[in-house]
């Protein structure tokens, strides 16, 4: 039986996915959930010191990350291995990798050796530091390209120290920015009719999410200070204290401050010479926060949140996990997926953030046993039973 797709906006498209851990994993996500036919080529089970990297087959990270893919378990160590592989270079359309690139280069997989057996062909290639350079060689992890991209600089409490995101910010970054760039490579091929090297990196993906913060330095010569629950420039922007716990506020203009100062009962601040303008309330940030967190200790959240909502006043419940699973707009937005897992039985994972009014992305199938596909797949390649035992039996796949 066919494998089920979950959409059709990229049916038609053959991607190799040679990734591991989280960055390239999520790139190739992205062509996974709108249908593209993506193997996962990946050595047979006790082969790779390093295939537990994102944790076991049966686990959340593994099943978030891998769905909706086939898994072709097979022994790249061995000629027969490589040839096959090679073979489904010829036909692929995209190869998503995140090794080192001085790995790829080793093992005959660089953009001049599969370019050369296949113009059209796009590789995409996520490293920790780029693809040339002197830290070209170096292995990447997430919280080290969050230190090295500034993110750790101005995250946390003002003088607190470096602190990391709660979130691999740099990975899932890297592997979007990879997944655009591939899109728009395909784009140009349906020009030009050829394929071209997509490159991006944890560094790179970490320093571009610095967006303003970067852009602050860059055009003003400011280095960014850590600012805390505080938006660096606005106020009252931020966490602030109820009686039984905290909400986010989102006060920006002076019309938002006006209407904030409605909604807490006190009119008269909105009209007060001292918090009259953006840069006054930001200069006099603690003492308003002083002054709104000691109206916010008379009543709960949800009295303040219903308040805000009704004059208009941009804020929101802080959740953890399980609370954000079940507010009302993020059920009715169903990002959680139900998949039903043949061992796991019936589970959720996290759907694609982007909606296609008439293709939409889906989860339809759950990560795949190491090598579940081995015999369709070579059977696509002309492979008959007997070559398929000959391939086992030679430790191929």
């Known amino acids: 039986m066919p494998q089920p797709r979950p959409s059709t906006a990229l049916a038609g498209l053959k991607v190799l996915d040679l990734t591991r851990v989280r960055a390239g994993p999520t790139c190739v996500r992205v062509f996974a959930d709108f249908g593209a036919d993506v193997i996962k080529v990946e050595s047979p089970p006790g082969l790779d010191p390093n295939e537990n990297m994102s944790g076991p087959r049966l686990g959340y990270d593994m099943q978030n990350l891998h769905r909706n893919k086939r898994s072709l378990a097979l022994n790249l160590k061995t000629p027969e291995g490589k040839?096959?592989?090679?073979?489904?270079?010829?036909?692929?359309?995209?190869?998503?990798?995140?090794?080192?690139?001085?790995?790829?280069?080793?093992?005959?997989?660089?953009?001049?050796?599969?370019?050369?057996?296949?113009?059209?062909?796009?590789?995409?290639?996520?490293?920790?530091?780029?693809?040339?350079?002197?830290?070209?060689?170096?292995?990447?992890f997430d919280q080290i390209a969050q230190g090295m991209g500034g993110m750790m600089s101005v995250?946390?409490?003002?003088?607190?120290?470096?602190?990391?995101?709660?979130?691999?910010?740099?990975?899932?970054?890297?592997?979007?920015?990879?997944?655009?760039?591939?899109?728009?490579?395909?784009?140009?091929?349906?020009?030009?009719?050829?394929?071209?090297?997509?490159?991006t990196s944890l560094l790179e993906a970490q320093i571009a999410m610095m967006d303003f913060q970067a852009a602050r330095y860059l055009v003003e010569g400011s280095v960014p200070p850590q600012s805390g629950n505080d938006h660096p420039y606005q106020t009252p922007m931020g966490v602030y204290r109820t009686r039984d716990g905290a909400i986010n506020l989102g006060v920006g203009g002076e019309e938002q401050w006006r209407a904030f100062c409605r909604a807490i009962g006190r009119p008269e601040w909105g009209l007060?010479?001292?918090?009259?303008?953006?840069?006054?309330?930001?200069?006099?940030?603690?003492?308003?926060?002083?002054?709104?967190?000691?109206?916010?200790?008379?009543?709960?959240?949800?009295?303040?949140?219903?308040?805000?909502?009704?004059?208009?006043?941009?804020?929101?419940?802080?959740?953890?996990?399980?609370?954000?699973?079940?507010?009302?707009?993020?059920?009715?937005?169903?990002?959680?997926?139900?998949?039903?897992?043949?061992?796991?039985?019936?589970?959720?994972?996290?759907?694609?953030?982007?909606?296609?009014?008439?293709t939409p992305a889906d989860v339809a199938t759950p990560t795949p046993a190491a090598g579940a596909h081995n015999d369709e797949i070579l059977a696509e390649l002309g492979?008959?039973?007997?070559?398929?035992?000959?391939?086992?039996?030679?430790?191929?796949?």
Do not use: C
């Open 272 to 358: 007060d010479a001292r918090y009259d303008s953006s840069e006054k309330r930001f200069a006099r940030r603690p003492e308003l926060r002083e002054l709104i967190e000691e109206v916010f200790a008379a009543a709960d959240s949800a009295h303040w949140l219903e308040a805000m909502e009704r004059h208009s006043v941009p804020a929101g419940p802080i959740y953890a996990v399980d609370e954000m699973f079940e507010d009302p707009q993020v059920r009715h937005l169903g990002i959680a997926k139900p998949l039903n897992h043949p061992e796991l039985g019936d589970i959720r994972l996290i759907g694609q953030p982007v909606t296609l009014s008439r």
């Open 83 to 140: 040839a096959i592989l090679m073979t489904l270079v010829d036909e692929a359309d995209l190869v998503v990798e995140n090794f080192r690139p001085d790995v790829k280069e080793r093992l005959g997989l660089d953009f001049e050796t599969l370019h050369a057996r296949n113009p059209r062909l796009i590789l995409v290639s996520i490293s920790g530091f780029g693809q040339s350079g002197p830290y070209r060689t170096r292995a990447g």
């Open 155 to 199: 995250t946390g409490l003002p003088g607190q120290g470096p602190v990391r995101a709660g979130i691999a910010l740099a990975d899932s970054s890297a592997g979007l920015y990879g997944a655009v760039g591939a899109l728009v490579a395909l784009q140009e091929r349906a020009v030009s009719g050829k394929g071209q090297w997509v490159q």
């Open 383 to 397: 492979y008959d039973e007997t070559g398929l035992a000959r391939l086992r039996a030679d430790g191929v796949i």
